[in-house]
């Protein structure tokens, strides 16, 4: 039996300041994801006109703060109205994002990325503060797609252990990526077609896939840095000629289990290649190999960035749900459980501080954490 967790109505994301790591909701391993976009730019007191959706600080209600610019927001072209829950919003389009196949490259809603509030070591600020931040959780989204690429990592990585336990496996999933002949294929739904056909000639007994359109210039590869939380890729969306880095070379990683063929015979049977990367270590962190792959995978048009065969489909492996629990989260300094701060802007820095002197009067920050139990639902061919 396993366990897995995952945050529940998580609405927000955290950005962490005063030099410690950014959380991840639900990961042991945090430190390798952000949970927002950090913007180099001041904090706008008074939203842009259009946002219907804004909530004021209205008979007590919560006060939102933009923190983008303003201007830079304007600049994205193509305005349409959506109607949601009874308001409107403003989504600001960005053309062509039809050929912009991977992450970050589309639209962001009016609200995202504002602060909401502030979790905070009540004993001293500078112990540990990060911000809560509306999210739209969309890959598309150029400042909530990494909260979408840790959460889409963070359940894929439970599914994979919870089929490790549910059928008993000793051996954990092994990092693969599956490449077609050269300009056979250019579309998503052959890919994912074939490689699924493929995979299984090859041995595959359970897998989870997440396509790639891409791959980096091979003459441009080691010319692009790698940064602290980032990698090459996302530093390519950086550029303004990121098309010039890339090439288009559509294949598929797998994080799968079971007996491989020979490589050699597969590529001689199925004209498909395939390459083993757990010998540059890529799988030491599953949940940072999964966030790795999401960065850069084939969103535009794709519901299921992360795909789920064989073993690890929803016939074979069961999912029952447990009772939620709630979680604290503490200092990572003196211990002490974090909480909740309301947020003002002071008049004079334009910044955000706390709404009360004492911190010590502020609710304790829980988060509520559901669970499941893994489970062979129906009995599969597994080879020793």
């Not at 303003?70 to 389009?93: C, I, N």
């Not at 050269?182 to 995979?199: F, G, H, K």
């Not at 008049?347 to 709404?355: F, N, W």
Request: aromatic share 10%; hydrophobic share 35%; net charge positive.
């Amino acid at each position: 039996m396993v366990i897995g967790t995952g945050t529940a109505n998580a609405s927000y994301s955290g950005q962490v300041s005063g030099g410690q790591s950014p959380a991840v909701p639900g990961s042991s391993t945090s430190s390798s994801f952000p949970d927002s976009v950090v913007h180099p730019v001041p904090i706008v007191p008074v939203p842009p006109a259009g946002g219907g959706a804004i909530r004021q600080a209205q008979a007590g209600g919560p006060i939102w703060y933009p923190d983008y610019n303003s201007q830079q927001h304007d600049l994205l072209t193509s305005e349409r109205v959506l109607v949601s829950g009874g308001h409107t919003s403003s989504q600001k389009l960005t053309p062509g994002y039809g050929s912009r196949r991977i992450p970050k490259l589309g639209s962001r809603y009016h609200e995202c990325g504002w602060v909401l509030f502030m979790i905070a070591c009540p004993e001293d600020l500078n112990h540990y503060k990060r911000y809560a931040k509306e999210s739209c959780f969309r890959a598309a989204c150029p400042v909530c797609w990494p909260v979408w690429a840790a959460r889409e990592a963070i359940r894929a990585a439970e599914r994979i252990r919870g089929y490790k336990q549910a059928f008993e496996r000793y051996n954990d999933a092994r990092h693969f990526s599956f490449s077609p002949p050269p300009y056979s294929i250019d579309n998503l739904n052959d890919l994912m077609s074939e490689a699924r056909s493929v995979m299984k000639i090859a041995g595959v007994e359970a897998v989870a896939a997440i396509p790639h359109p891409y791959r980096l210039v091979s003459s441009n590869r080691d010319a692009i840095p790698t940064g602290s939380w980032t990698n090459r890729y996302v530093e390519v969306l950086e550029k303004g000629s990121w098309r010039d880095h890339v090439r288009m070379s559509p294949h598929v990683h797998a994080l799968a289990y079971g007996p491989l063929m020979d490589s050699k015979q597969f590529q001689k049977e199925t004209g498909w290649v395939y390459r083993n990367h757990d010998a540059n270590n890529h799988t030491r962190n599953l949940t940072s190999t999964l966030y790795y792959l999401l960065t850069h995978a084939w969103v535009s048009g794709n519901n299921m960035s992360v795909r789920y065969w064989f073993g690890l489909n929803n016939h074979t492996l069961g999912r029952i749900e447990l009772e939620p629990e709630y979680k604290t989260e503490t200092c990572p300094r003196c211990k002490s459980d974090c909480v909740d701060v309301d947020l003002k802007q002071d008049p004079d820095t334009l910044e955000l501080v706390p709404a009360v002197a004492d911190l010590h009067l502020c609710p304790v920050h829980r988060k509520k954490v559901r669970r499941w139990e893994y489970i062979e639902r129906l009995s599969i061919k597994r080879k020793s």
